[in-house]
């Protein structure tokens, strides 16, 4: 049990056994945000569910990993993914990996009372995108599921100079393909998550030039969105990104060496 779990904030609804895909109604005219939340304790996963649901998202949940991976291996969707950590068998971060083993590029938000930069990092580095104390209030992780599932849904009100001049851009040794958001350097494909692939093209797409903590942060959260501690939190998480970004290149190409950071600003990309 894992009593110091609060995100909830629920009545008493110890009576549900279950929450498993239950459908709420469309928000604002658009289809409800489908989540999937895997959670070993009970009381913490069946009352977040219902709360998600009162507020119109669809909720399918798990009490461990393996379900859900087999939810996932027969053609089961999602838009965000809620994880717990700490579970019996597969925990939270082994859960992850086999999602991204299987080709399950859902974007992973980890739900955790580990408050330490180690669990953080680690998440980050395995391909979550977010790491939410589950001392959190319960607005706090709507909020980041809206921004996050917004921000990998299409969005046709998107400013004309952002958007890709074709499905396939060369700019060269890099190849970017925009049609199953997938980047290739050299002719080697480094296995970046939509995450990561959209801020390689960010930097990319515009050679030379600083692009800002802020700016990368915004592209993966939504504009303003904040994270960390203090008004600078979001660069550490800034940082996880690109740290990883440059491994995975690193790993099909030892001498790849096209983003360098500008001090105290953010990064830029040296084209090729």
Do not use: C
Not at 80 to 105: A, S, Y
Not at 184 to 197: D, I, Q
């Amino acid at each position: 049990m894992k009593s110091e779990a609060r995100i909830p904030q629920s009545s008493d609804r110890s009576d549900v056994s279950a929450i498993s895909s239950l459908n709420a109604g469309p928000r604002s005219g658009q289809q409800p945000i489908r989540i999937v939340l895997v959670d070993d304790d009970d009381f913490f996963r069946e009352s977040l569910g219902l709360n998600l649901l009162d507020e119109g998202f669809e909720v399918t949940s798990f009490a461990s990993g393996a379900p859900a991976l087999e939810h996932f291996r027969d053609g089961g969707l999602a838009d965000v993914i809620l994880l717990d950590w700490r579970m019996p068998g597969m925990n939270g971060l082994e859960v992850l990996r086999q999602l991204r083993r299987d080709g399950t590029m859902t974007p992973v938000i980890f739900l955790t009372v580990l408050s330490d930069d180690i669990y953080e990092e680690a998440a980050l580095e395995g391909g979550a995108v977010d790491f939410i104390d589950k001392s959190r209030r319960l607005a706090i992780l709507m909020k980041r599921v809206q921004l996050i599932a917004d921000g990998m849904r299409p969005t046709p009100d998107a400013e004309p100079q952002r958007t890709p001049p074709g499905d396939v851009i060369h700019l060269g040794p890099l190849e970017l393909r925009f049609d199953i958001s997938r980047a290739s350097w050299n002719g080697h494909t480094p296995p970046l998550t939509l995450t990561e692939f959209k801020i390689v093209a960010l930097m990319a797409m515009r050679p030379g030039e600083d692009v800002g903590y802020r700016e990368i942060y915004d592209l993966v959260h939504g504009k303003d969105f904040i994270a960390g501690y203090g008004n600078d939190g979001y660069r550490a998480n800034v940082r996880t990104f690109i740290k990883r970004i440059r491994k995975k290149f690193r790993d099909v190409d030892p001498s790849f060496d096209q983003i360098h950071n500008y001090a105290g600003f953010g990064y830029r990309w040296i084209a090729g």
